[in-house]
């Protein structure tokens, strides 16, 4: 009788682990609002997220965030005034509007490419489009790769207490600027990533606190 207990609660044992290690491999899954592949994108996240294209029938429970990796002017006008005159900016909006995390790539955010040649005020203008976005809970970041950046708070934290996991190998200066606007003094890293000399001046003038993963 006790044999039988014992492979009973051996069988249970096994079956609780198995189903463990399945909810661990669960990728979440990230919407990208795009009418091409993103070859690159897809290269990049593949590890980490399952990634679904836009689709005019999608529901909001297909996904968990979402990814603009284009941002043409039109839309950034429209989005900043939280107006929309496409199906895809509707559903950015609508998203947002539900708590979705949504994340723009900033090498496709098309006003950038006229700095030299634009009026300055017409330039501050779109700046300023893109500050109302950050406000509305966009995250504008600088590859790929960095949208597998995640925020985590303690509990009874406050809100300014926030710990980034800045999964990039490469730490720079630009990348520790836009985390420093967002009120972050903790930025933890890989233990094999890469931090370039201006990035380390930044560290120390501005007094942020580096965590290698692991210690």
Do not use: W
Not at 145 to 153: D, G, P, Y
Not at 183 to 196: F, L, P, W
Request: proline letters at 2%; glycine letters at 4%; hydrophobic letters at 35%.
């Amino acid at each position: 009788m006790m044999m039988e207990m014992n492979d009973l609660v051996d069988r249970l044992y096994e079956e609780i682990v198995k189903k463990l290690k399945n909810k661990e491999e669960i990728k979440t899954t990230v919407c990208v609002v795009s009418s091409t592949e993103e070859l690159e994108l897809e290269e990049a996240l593949k590890e980490q997220y399952n990634l679904v294209y836009f689709a005019e029938d999608m529901e909001d429970s297909e996904f968990e965030r979402i990814i603009i990796p284009r941002l043409s002017i039109k839309m950034l006008a429209n989005l900043a005034n939280g107006v929309s005159s496409t199906r895809e900016e509707e559903f950015i909006l609508t998203s947002l509007l539900k708590g979705k995390k949504v994340a723009v790539l900033r090498k496709g955010v098309e006003y950038y490419a006229y700095k030299q040649s634009s009026p300055a005020p017409l330039y501050k203008m779109y700046n300023e489009y893109e500050e109302k976005l950050e406000k509305f809970g966009i995250s504008f970041e600088e590859e790929g790769l960095n949208v597998q950046m995640e925020i985590e708070r303690d509990e009874g934290q406050s809100s300014a207490k926030e710990i980034y996991f800045f999964k990039k190998r490469l730490v720079t200066e630009a990348a520790l600027q836009k985390l420093y606007l967002q009120s972050t003094t903790e930025i933890m890293i890989d233990k094999n990533s890469i931090i370039t000399p201006l990035a380390k001046d930044f560290i120390r003038t501005h007094h942020l606190k580096i965590i290698e993963s692991g210690k």
